[in-house]
């Protein structure tokens, strides 16, 4: 028998899946859900859960992380000053 797919999960991923307000919580639910169906291996390195870590503890306003239905997706990146 082969050996399961193996799928590395991005920080952006855990981080999406500890914020069930997300707007990607769902989607992003669904679909590891198909995946743990198919017997895959999900993964991640010390360095993703570092990162996980560090944006997690941080305020939210400060962590990184937009969402969509808020209104700070990142397409309004360019508007912020800098840009």
């Known amino acids: 028998?082969?050996?399961a797919a193996a799928w590395l999960l991005d920080t952006?991923?855990?981080l999406r899946m500890s914020k069930s307000d997300?707007?990607?919580h769902r989607m992003i639910?669904?679909?590891l859900r198909i995946l743990v169906?198919?017997?895959?291996r999900l993964c991640f390195t010390s360095q993703i859960l570092g990162e996980f870590w560090n944006a997690s503890t941080?305020?939210?306003d400060q962590n990184g992380v937009r969402s969509e239905?808020?209104?700070d997706g990142p397409h309004r990146a360019r508007d912020r000053k800098g840009f």
């Open 1 to 3: 028998m082969p050996a």
């Open 12 to 14: 952006n991923i855990l």
């Open 22 to 24: 997300d707007a990607h």
């Open 29 to 31: 639910s669904m679909a």
């Open 37 to 40: 169906a198919q017997d895959a």
């Open 58 to 60: 941080r305020p939210r």
């Open 69 to 71: 239905c808020c209104g």
